[in-house]
Structure formats: structure tokens, C-alpha cells
């Protein structure tokens, strides 16, 4: 039968495809990580993963075998935390999901505020997009989130975190990164534009299709892309122009000029929200949410 280390072994490798970082996620070396891999192989009797001295993929019985190896670790931290909590919330742990981009806006005051005033309670990250914060929320894996405003279950609670605006990355040698003066939207008709995934990062897509939308303008969208960072790469690379959140702009690429957007309505449309399940019992989140 395997175990729980084979399956967050087989989680890490899985999401990475790559064992050397797996390795360096789960602090441990390659070697081991390898044994476990292939003794969960064995103890199922398939192959999870083809391997070559380039690449790592999931095999079609390692994609089916994913969610359900997430699933299970998922339970093993609710239960490790539910044995830690303690009823005054003066200690504790807190099981807190965020999203890629709320790392550089509403995280780090977040982070400060929980050490500062609760040292003793311990804040476990997860870094995770909307659907599965949502979804491990509703589970109790997860007793705080931080995610972009998404349709909640009536077990849901939400609360507005931070509010920004959005900005323009520009390839530097791009027109409008020379332009005095804001970027306006009429100036991204025509443009080829790195847009946001419909799926993985549908918030954003929805929010700048409707804006494009409300004035008119069209954009030609030459990509699809569900992170920040990755749309940002791109750009540095001349593919394209984008809008991101305004407190993403604190990556730097040599090749990106940021500008100034100025939006006929709301100058700060982009919301992060604090969500978290209305019959949580932690008590380290009662106090935590008195902070908020």
C-alpha cells in the first residue's frame, strides 16, 4: 500500500515535471525522491510518469491518479492542523491560499499583520488559483483564502482585501512605451495583446474583455496565459503588450516598460477578496479575522 511521502513525492514531481526542484520544494535530495516515485509505481502497478534526461510528463494513468494523490494530502494536512489548533487562537495554525498575483499586493501587509500580532500561530501557505482555494475552502484544507472575486457557496464568507488599478507593460521598444502621458485603451485597438486564460485566470479575462468591450476596443489576442509572471516573460521578449495589476509591476524585466493606464470608470477595478468557510471552528482564525 503506498504512502502518504509517496504521494507528496508524486504531487511535488507532478507539478513541477521537473525532479530537481521537486527535490528542493520537499527539501530533500533527488535520489530519494526517485525511490518514492517508483516504489508508489510499483505498489500501483503503473507507470505515473515518463521519464527521459530532459523531460518529465504525466502518463494518462498519472493525470487521472493527480487529483485524487491531492486530494489525499489535502486530508493529511487537515488533519495534522486539526490536532494542533487550541481554543484560545492565541496559537494555532492557520491554512492560508493565495493566488500567484496576490503575492505582491494584499500578502505581504497580511504576513506582517499575522506575525506582529499573533506570533504564536502558525500561517501555512498554499499558493493556489481561485477554483481550487474555493474548493479546498469548502473542504476544510484551507481556513483562510485569498482570491479573486468568484461566485462563493453559501458555506462562503467574502470580504474585500485590496483594491488596485492596472497598468501597461510595454516592450521597450514598443511605441507607447515612448508616448508621454497615461496609455489610454483606444491605443491597444489592433494590438497584439497577451490576454489572460478564460479558465485558469478567468477574473482577469472576464474583467478586461468587458473593458475592451465597454469602449470599443479590440485588441488581437496572439496568447492565452494564466500567470502573470509568464505573460510578463513574454512581453519582455517583444510577443506583445498586456494590462496586469498595477502592484505586479514590482517585477522587472530589462525589455519592459511599465505606463500608467487611465480608465474612463473605476481607476481601480482589480479586487482580491479574503473568503473563508462560516462554520470554521479554528479559533486562530476568529482572532486573525479580528484583525483584518
Known amino acids: 500500500m503506498f504512502t502518504l511521502t509517496q504521494l507528496t513525492c508524486f504531487v511535488a514531481v507532478a507539478e513541477e515535471l521537473h525532479f530537481t526542484r521537486a527535490a528542493e520544494r520537499l527539501r530533500m535530495t533527488q535520489p530519494p525522491l526517485s525511490r518514492q516515485i517508483q516504489l508508489l509505481e510499483s505498489d500501483l502497478g503503473v507507470k505515473l510518469l515518463d521519464r527521459t534526461n530532459r523531460t518529465v510528463r504525466l502518463t494518462p494513468a498519472g493525470r487521472a491518479f493527480l487529483a485524487e494523490a491531492r486530494r489525499i494530502v489535502r486530508q493529511a494536512e487537515h488533519a495534522t492542523l486539526a490536532v494542533r489548533r487550541v481554543s484560545t487562537g492565541e496559537a494555532g495554525a492557520i491554512a492560508v491560499g493565495f493566488t500567484a498575483a496576490s503575492a505582491y499586493s494584499a500578502l505581504g501587509e497580511f504576513l506582517k499583520t499575522a506575525r506582529s500580532a499573533l506570533p504564536a500561530v502558525e500561517i501555512l501557505l498554499h499558493e493556489l488559483v481561485t477554483r481550487d482555494q474555493l474548493e479546498a475552502l469548502s473542504e476544510g484544507s484551507l481556513d483562510l483564502g485569498l482570491i479573486r472575486p468568484s461566485a462563493v457557496?453559501?458555506?462562503?464568507?467574502?470580504?474585500?482585501?485590496?483594491?488596485?488599478?492596472?497598468?501597461?507593460?510595454?516592450?521597450?521598444?514598443?511605441?507607447?512605451?515612448?508616448?508621454?502621458?497615461?496609455?489610454?485603451?483606444?491605443?491597444?485597438?489592433?494590438?497584439?495583446?497577451?490576454m489572460y486564460?478564460?479558465?485558469?485566470?478567468?477574473?482577469?479575462?472576464?474583467?478586461?474583455?468587458?473593458?475592451?468591450?465597454?469602449?470599443?476596443?479590440?485588441?488581437?489576442?496572439?496568447?492565452?496565459?494564466?500567470?502573470?509572471?509568464?505573460?510578463?516573460?513574454?512581453?519582455?521578449?517583444?510577443?506583445?503588450?498586456?494590462?496586469?495589476?498595477?502592484?505586479?509591476?514590482?517585477?522587472?524585466?530589462?525589455?519592459?516598460?511599465?505606463?500608467?493606464?487611465?480608465?474612463?470608470?473605476?481607476?481601480?477595478?482589480?479586487?482580491?477578496?479574503?473568503v473563508w468557510r462560516k462554520n470554521n471552528d479554528n479559533p486562530a482564525l476568529d482572532a486573525l479575522l479580528q484583525l483584518l
Open 153 to 194: 457557496g453559501a458555506d462562503l464568507t467574502a470580504r474585500t482585501a485590496v483594491r488596485e488599478g492596472l497598468v501597461a507593460a510595454l516592450p521597450a521598444d514598443h511605441p507607447l512605451a515612448a508616448a508621454d502621458g497615461p496609455v489610454e485603451l483606444p491605443d491597444f485597438d489592433g494590438q497584439d495583446f497577451l
Open 197 to 274: 486564460s478564460p479558465i485558469e485566470a478567468r477574473y482577469f479575462h472576464e474583467l478586461l474583455l468587458s473593458t475592451f468591450r465597454a469602449e470599443g476596443v479590440r485588441p488581437v489576442f496572439t496568447q492565452y496565459l494564466s500567470q502573470v509572471h509568464s505573460i510578463l516573460a513574454l512581453v519582455n521578449t517583444g510577443w506583445g503588450i498586456a494590462l496586469i495589476p498595477e502592484a505586479a509591476a514590482q517585477m522587472r524585466y530589462a525589455g519592459v516598460v511599465y505606463r500608467p493606464l487611465r480608465l474612463p470608470g473605476d481607476p481601480r477595478p482589480v479586487e482580491l477578496d479574503y
